[in-house]
């Protein structure tokens, strides 16, 4: 598991998608993020070296949200996933459904933090 840093720098970042997808071709891949105040979400998953699934929720003015990419078949799993009613808890189930362990340790976690010129790595 790769978490972002509080600044959301790996989400904000131009890279971090295409490098999901470039992973993808080769290995087996399920990226997911979430809003912070919001109930925006998405997941994608590549298998096969194929995306075989990509699905955004987006609510920007926090009315509840709507559909912004619904790509590929449903995943096993989704229908009961959205049925909860947390954003993390739906991405978590769909990762389950996959046989994605979603249970961690502090030692399981790697958070990215860029590199500062003054202090060396925020947060640090």
């Not at 131009?14 to 105040?37: C, E, H, K, N």
């Not at 998405?42 to 070296?49: I, L, S």
């Not at 009315?63 to 808890?89: H, I, T, Y």
């Amino acid at each position: 598991m790769i978490a972002d840093d509080l600044f959301y720098t790996l989400w904000h970042l131009p890279t971090t998608r295409a490098v999901i997808s470039t992973l993808g071709q080769t290995w087996d891949v399920f990226a997911m993020s979430v809003g912070d105040s919001d109930k925006s979400f998405d997941f994608a998953f590549y298998t096969a070296g194929k995306l075989m699934r990509s699905y955004a929720v987006i609510d920007p003015d926090y009315s509840g949200g709507r559909v912004a990419e619904n790509v590929g078949d449903s995943l096993p799993g989704e229908v009961a996933a959205f049925e909860q009613d947390d954003e993390l808890k739906i991405v978590f189930s769909v990762a389950a459904s996959l046989g994605i362990t979603t249970h961690y340790t502090v030692d399981d976690v790697r958070v990215y933090s860029p590199v500062t010129e003054d202090f060396g790595v925020l947060g640090g």
